[in-house]
């Protein structure tokens, strides 16, 4: 298969950046998006031109480290699918492809498709955890929980914290992320004693970071590639205004090794 | 180089709580004066690095991911091991001991094992409370399930993500020491040498991967968690950027490497489709519960696979394993199949794949169950070969996967260089020649949740805190070696690119000291590994600029030192004359056909000490083995 790539260029954080049309031809449909730019990379370094820069690592659609808009969708066409997963099969032969780094204020481009998610990071930072430390813990059978109510769990905790859900959604918003990672605590039981400070510290945290706000226009849930569903979204809303309306009182000292 | 494993006296069950108990400890006050390194942020590394950061230590974190949650551990899929016996099958504490000694074929320190098998149930204990969301059964107490080479149901497990629950548990709780200001998290930063200074390990020399600076980092004590080296192999089931940079280079600095050889060929991953293929896709080898493994008994046989009556399908490890059937251990199964496609009887486009049919499994239990049990794996290699398992065998080939090789470490888990340690993949482990499914995670975790927290105390205790700092001369003297390295690398301006050198050195690897080798191979690999190293700096190609996100510089500088490590682990290989664990030496087999141990002279550990311009030299650890019997492994009865 042959397609023209048009690929989102820039040379660092400050840089301005363009759109560059590049050629590549004799793809197989087997290949993955990312092997065909491996390959892209391949040929241009040998022409001595710049190969482009991408994240990736696990390619196996898990470490969430992969993030293009391909034709205007973050992780491409494919529903439920990373791009380091998205096969050349999905194209037309002679398709015209358009590859841009997530846009949004909170991810400034480093270089080419390249961001920087440490919002992201800093957001979990924030409180995205239960508070315990390394040692011994009580038999987890002492406190059964319900199938159903784990495998919720699961389902928000199955985010791999790519970033898809920011640039997808119109208004650059962390609402689907930030829902994911407090649902997963606040489901379970031993997410129970922090469950309102935690989300609060988190939502403030993701304001501060400059992601846009929520209008539940729903673009997240469907760009998401592990199908994380907005209902988490409400879950979190839930509680964050419970929290705010009870104001629980942080009476917690300090936590340190001291 | 001496090699004191430093394992405590005592009765076996009860060596870890006494050298606990007489262990040198740092007080709370003491503890924030002590910087600790932490290199890598996989279960190891982030278990390490909260734990040291929640006891007060200050601690400086490393990756080259964007975040630390997105470490290779995260792509695990099966389980974790731990001896609950919530079953009440028969399982504890001294028969997961026992089952990891034997898996490991005898290679493997007694003292660690045991210890490893006691602290699994810590593990799950941990990973529950900090809210990973294992699988329940209707009563709400977890669930388990049985994987590869044993006869117990001990395996914990998240659907196909445990490794991304686990890993979220451990750097969710890296999170709250970041923020709590115990850890400084540098992500995008790659280790490019370990700095010695009196004989210890002091610090560290990275490089920003956005920046491109070069800086050094001082500490009293310095822990290595890089994971492990199968992209010396180019496909491999690893993530991209895994490497062996870390290891190598501390190895270069006088850290013994141990049975650099010993890697494991997982049987079940989805065979390679083209030459441009940049990775091989594990299918979780809990698949093998319920699918069977076959090819057509006809050489050639192209007939759809549905067309291939019963009489015409050979379950060859069925037929020859008939006690543990497709549940034999890793290298059973993965040389089996290389066997079958040997002779001929290989499926699917490049002839080197086998079934895994899951058509009886969904006759006997309906498809609803089973699609419950393996439904994502389903999905995804649905997504990656565009066939569907519910209606025809998947097609799957051994890939490398884990390195059971890495920095020898003592007892303490420190390397034979005072103050560095080896925690991980990275160290050269707990599981011998060969590892058992769901043991990887149980072995990082351990090590990073409760060994080295505790061991690291002793050293650090009978050392002053902040002796040298990064301004000492020993770290300007390695910042030079660093850029000038960097910088012969970005000057060859030749023709080829990283990735064709890459891809060579890994056929080469995987023809040679694979899963089968032997003498003239690995001759051969030791004279080609050399010529291609040459080739490689003479003219490689390595675009763009130091000073800036150079992603060909980075691959560049990992295949420079696969290049080298690739020759050790030949090295190895031919000096271990004998077949063990997951590698067959072709010249030691039985009639049979079955792999043939050498206990008399290779019931030791292979530890290698580097040597300035001449060829590494060999040392030994000798196994005692006491508590379980040395026998050979037998998977036919
Ligand atoms: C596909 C797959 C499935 C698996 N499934 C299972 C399973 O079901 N059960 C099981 O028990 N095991 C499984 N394993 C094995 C297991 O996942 C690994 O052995 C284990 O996670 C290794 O953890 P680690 O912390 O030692 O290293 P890793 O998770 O590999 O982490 C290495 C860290 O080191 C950092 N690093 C490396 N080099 C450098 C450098 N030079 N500078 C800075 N940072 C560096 C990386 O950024 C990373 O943070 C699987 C492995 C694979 C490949």
């Known amino acids: 298969m042959k397609f023209t790539l048009r690929i989102w260029r820039q040379d660092n954080a400050k840089g301005p950046g363009a759109f560059v049309s590049h050629g590549i031809d004799g793809i197989s449909g087997d290949l993955s998006f990312l092997e065909m730019l491996d390959l892209l990379n391949e040929q241009l370094t040998g022409r001595g031109e710049t190969p482009v820069a991408f994240d990736s690592d696990c390619r196996e659609g898990v470490c969430g480290m992969c993030s293009l808009v391909i034709n205007g969708r973050p992780h491409g066409p494919n529903a439920l699918t990373t791009t380091c997963q998205l096969y050349m099969r999905h194209f037309r032969d002679g398709e015209e492809i358009t590859v841009e780094p997530w846009r949004a204020r909170a991810f400034p481009v480093l270089k080419d498709l390249v961001v920087d998610r440490a919002a992201f990071d800093r957001i979990l930072e924030a409180g995205g955890y239960v508070t315990v430390h390394s040692g011994p813990k009580p038999d987890p059978n002492s406190m059964p929980v319900e199938p159903a109510i784990a495998e919720e769990a699961l389902d928000a905790a199955t985010c791999i914290g790519c970033g898809a859900c920011v640039a997808a959604c119109p208004n650059g918003a962390a609402m689907l992320f930030t829902a994911a990672k407090v649902s997963h605590l606040s489901l379970l039981p031993q997410g129970q004693p922090e469950r309102y400070t935690r989300v609060v510290k988190m939502v403030e945290q993701m304001e501060k970071e400059g992601f846009g706000g929520c209008t539940n226009l729903g673009e997240c849930e469907a760009a998401c590639p592990k199908g994380i569903s907005i209902k988490f979204i409400g879950r979190m809303n839930r509680d964050y205004f419970r929290a705010v309306l009870k104001e629980p009182i942080d009476r917690r000292g300090p936590m340190n090794a001291q | 180089m001496k090699l004191d494993a430093k394992v405590p006296p005592g009765p076996l069950p009860d060596k870890w709580d006494a050298h606990v108990d007489s262990i040198r400890l740092v007080g709370p006050r003491n503890r924030p004066r002590y910087r600790v390194i932490v290199v890598g942020t996989g279960l190891a590394g982030a278990a390490a690095a909260s734990s040291l950061g929640a006891l007060g230590y200050e601690v400086e974190c490393f990756c080259f991911q964007d975040s630390p949650r997105r470490a290779h551990s995260i792509a695990a899929q099966g389980g974790i091991n731990a001896s609950k016996n919530y079953r009440n099958d028969g399982d504890s504490v001294f028969r997961l001991f026992t089952d990891t000694i034997k898996g490991g074929d005898f290679r493997a320190r007694e003292a660690n094992v045991y210890r490893l098998a006691q602290l699994s149930m810590s593990i799950i204990d941990q990973a529950v409370a900090q809210g990973v969301p294992f699988a329940r059964e209707y009563g709400g107490m977890l ?53 010695i200074v009196d004989g210890r390990a002091r610090g560290v020399v990275v490089r920003d991967l956005v920046s491109g600076e070069v800086s050094s980092h001082a500490a009293d004590a310095v822990v290595l968690a890089t ?93 020859r394993y008939p006690r543990f059937g497709n549940l034999v251990p890793r290298d059973v199964a993965a040389r089996n199949a290389k066997e079958v496609c040997d002779k001929g009887l290989g499926v699917g486009a490049t002839g080197y794949g086998v079934y895994l049919d899951f058509r009886d499994a969904i006759q006997r239990l309906g498809v609803k169950t089973i699609e419950a049990r393996y439904g994502n794996l389903f999905e995804m290699y649905e997504r990656i070969t565009d066939e569907d398992p519910r209606k025809a065998p998947m097609r799957i080939y051994p890939a490398p996967h884990y390195a059971m090789g890495g920095l020898w470490v003592d007892y303490n888990l420190m390397t034979t260089i005072p103050g560095l340690y080896a925690i991980g993949e990275a160290n050269f482990s707990d599981h011998g020649a060969n590892r058992l499914g769901a043991s990887a995670l149980m072995q990082a975790l351990a090590d990073g949740y409760f060994i080295l927290p505790v061991t690291i105390a002793d050293y650090l205790s009978r050392h002053p805190s902040g002796e040298v700092k990064a301004d000492h001369p020993e770290f300007g003297r390695v910042e030079a070696e660093v850029r000038e390295r960097t910088k012969r690398l970005l000057s060859v301006n030749g023709k080829r690119t990283v990735l064709s050198f890459h891809r060579e050195l890994g056929q080469l690897m995987l023809d040679k000291c694979g899963i089968a080798r032997n003498r003239a191979g690995l001759e051969e690999a030791l004279r080609r590994i050399p010529q291609l190293r040459e080739e490689f700096w003479r003219d490689v190609k390595v675009p763009g600029g130091e000073g800036e996100l150079n992603q060909p510089l980075e691959h560049a500088g990992r295949v420079a030192d696969l290049l080298e490590f690739a020759e050790l682990m030949c090295l190895d290989a031919l000096t271990r004359e004998e077949s063990c664990g997951c590698h067959l030496r072709e010249e030691h087999q039985t009639e049979e056909g079955e792999t043939k141990r050498d206990d008399e002279r290779f019931a030791n550990v292979s530890v290698w000490e580097y040597q300035e311009g001449a060829k590494p030299r060999l040392h030994q650890e000798p196994l005692a083995f006491e508590a379980v019997h040395l026998a050979q492994r037998n998977y036919k009865t």
């Open chain 2, 143 to 195: 669930a388990n399930r049985s994987f590869g080479g044993v006869l117990v149901e001990r395996t914990f497990y998240c659907r196909g993500e445990t490794g991304q629950q686990l890993l979220l548990g451990a750097t969710s709780a890296l999170a709250k020491e970041i923020h709590d200001g115990h850890v400084r998290m540098h992500p995008r930063t790659e280790i490019l040498d370990v700095v």
């Open chain 2, 227 to 319: 994971g492990g080296y199968c992209n010396v192999f180019f496909l491999s089931t690893m993530a991209k950027g895994c490497n062996v940079t870390a290891t190598y280079r501390a190895w270069r600095r006088g850290a013994g490497f141990a049975n650099p050889c010993f890697t494991q060929i997982h049987p079940t991953a989805i065979p390679a489709g083209s030459e441009h293929q940049s990775k091989l896709t594990l299918m979780s080898e809990s698949l093998r519960n319920d699918g069977r493994v076959w090819v057509p008994r006809k050489q050639g046989d192209k007939r759809p696979p549905a067309e291939i009556p019963e009489a015409e399908r050979l379950y060859f490890l069925e037929e």
